[in-house]
């Protein structure tokens, strides 16, 4: 159990990390936003964090969709 628990730990870091790199191409990411960003132990909210960033305009349009709800 712990081993599998181990691996989705690794696959939500991961999903985290590639949310933070997509906004990375659109500007400065804020310590506050990424420290979220990598906390957020949901892996569906990851997941959709990770198509929200990959349809924004720029680090402030993610943070004005994540804040109405993060769900595209």
Known sequence: MKDWQGKQRERQRGKAESVIELLEELGPVPEELREKIL?????????????LAARSASVEDFCFLLDRGGKI
């Open 39 to 51: 906390e957020e132990k949901d892996p569906d909210a990851l997941k959709n964090w990770l198509k």
